[in-house]
T-cell receptor, first 112, second 115 residues
């Protein structure tokens, strides 16, 4: 069945460091891919998405590119801030389906 | 405008009891989803409603779990004969439509603890 695997956390970085959180997926067809973020004390919210191969999703300085050849959707940010400290979830949704499959989440801590 | 709301925010119940969890979606959103999130895990899909009907209930773990959305707005997740393993945060999300073009908006969740 469909699944999402993301790197285990926690990830601890200093402010202004480069961030990569790896995500790979298993799915039939051409799923849509998502990154969600959960800030401390807040609900889950969509960060960015890509709906077809080679699409790049971007938001708030974060980027992720849909790589079908490597079945990956790695999240990157060039310079993290303390306010980026949160849990990040990679997710996929099947073409024509309605079920979203989430990874286990990666907690990011950014130190000043 | 108002986001997705869920009540109660916390629920503690004894093993074997019945519980109901409520979700108020964003007005006008026809798609509604329930997820369950255990500690340290990502949300796990339970059920999807398009309007009043359950279009996909393949994530419900067993027949103790049931959900309704009688008027196509508010939804209730019902758990019978609760077990300790049901303890988790239950999340509700809504979107304008069900396909990937439309963003899912999540509620704050109901933390269920079964003692």
């Amino acid at each position: 069945g469909n699944s999402v695997t993301q790197m285990e956390g926690p990830v601890t970085l200093s402010e202004e460091a480069f961030l990569t959180i790896n995500c790979t997926y298993t799915a039939t067809g051409y799923p849509s891919l998502f990154w969600y973020v959960q800030y401390p004390g807040e609900g889950l919210q969509l960060l960015l998405k890509a709906t077809k191969a080679d699409d790049k999703g971007s938001n708030k300085g974060f980027e992720a590119t849909y790589r079908k050849e490597t079945t990956s959707f790695h999240l990157e940010k060039g310079s993290v801030q303390v306010s980026d400290s949160a849990v990040y979830f990679c997710a996929l949704k099947d073409t024509g389906g309605f079920k979203t499959i989430f990874g286990a989440g990666t907690r990011l801590f950014v130190k000043a | 405008g108002a986001g997705v709301s869920q009540t109660p925010s916390n629920k503690v119940t004894e093993k074997g009891k019945y519980v109901e969890l409520r979700c108020d979606p964003i007005s006008g959103h026809t798609a509604l989803y329930w997820y369950r999130q255990s500690l340290g895990q990502g949300p796990e899909f339970l059920i999807y409603f398009q309007g009043t009907g359950a279009a996909d209930d393949s994530g419900l773990p067993n027949d103790r779990f049931f959900a309704v959305r009688p008027e196509g707005s508010v939804s209730t997740l019902k758990i019978q004969r609760t077990e300790r393993g049901d303890s988790a945060v239950y999340l509700c999300a809504s979107s304008l439509r069900g396909d990937s073009s439309y963003e899912q908006y999540f509620g704050p969740g109901t933390r269920l603890t079964v003692t």
